[in-house]
Each structure stands twice: as C-alpha cells, then as structure tokens.
C-alpha cells in the first residue's frame, strides 16, 4: 500500500509564511513528479506547483516568487514554501505523486487527504 501524508497547513494572517510537507510511504519503487494542488471554496482544484525526480520545477503564475516547491529523494518527501501569502492562497491543499509500486508496471497518480491553509487577520 502506497500512502501520502501531508502536515503543516493552519491558519496565518495575511504576508505570513507556511510550510507544507509531503511523505510518501509504502511500497514505492519509483516517483517521477511530486505536486500541490489546491482547492478552494467553489474552485476547481488547480496545480501550484510541481517538481520533477531531476529537480525541475514549475508553478502556477499567481504563486511565482512567493512559493518554493522542494523534493527530498531520499525521503520521498515534497515540501511547500509559501511566503507573502494572499487571502486568495486559502485553500484545501492536496499533494500528488506520479509513482510505480513496487512489482508494477506503470506509474500512476497517488493523493494525499488534503491540509487545510487559511489566510486571514
């Protein structure tokens, strides 16, 4: 059984910082990308941001310069930065990992349950 685990939302005001965390546990044999999605109320679910096995990363314009995405290999752990944070960056933040089971043979898409992040004074 694969299992990803999120910590670290909870509620700041406004030009406050975060820091999400992502663990991925289980029988893994390999992760390709990890990511954050984030859902608000009565809004699709969006990517952030999301980083590659080799360090690529990419974000969704409204975060650049504020958020840092960040991968620990050897821990199969995917970190969040979030700095300057918006109202607007309020959200049910979910993490993603693209992996291959141990003994399959494809990648597929693994959720994690979801960290609430509230933005307000």
């Known amino acids: 059984q694969v299992q990803l685990v999120e910590s670290g939302g909870g509620l700041v005001q406004p030009g406050g910082s975060l820091r999400l965390s992502c663990a991925a546990s289980?029988?893994?044999?390999?992760?390709?990308?990890m990511g954050w999605y984030r859902q608000g109320p009565g809004k699709q679910r969006e990517l952030v941001a999301r980083i590659f096995s080799g360090g690529i990363a990419t974000y969704v314009d409204s975060v650049k310069g504020r958020f840092t995405i960040s991968r620990d290999n050897a821990k199969n752990t995917v970190y969040l930065q979030m700095n300057s944070l918006k109202p607007e960056d309020a959200a049910v933040y979910y993490c993603k990992a693209d992996l291959r089971p141990v003994g399959g043979s494809r990648y597929a898409d693994y959720w994690g349950q979801g960290t609430q992040v509230t933005v307000s004074s």
């Open positions: 289980g029988s893994i044999d390999s992760i390709n990308s």
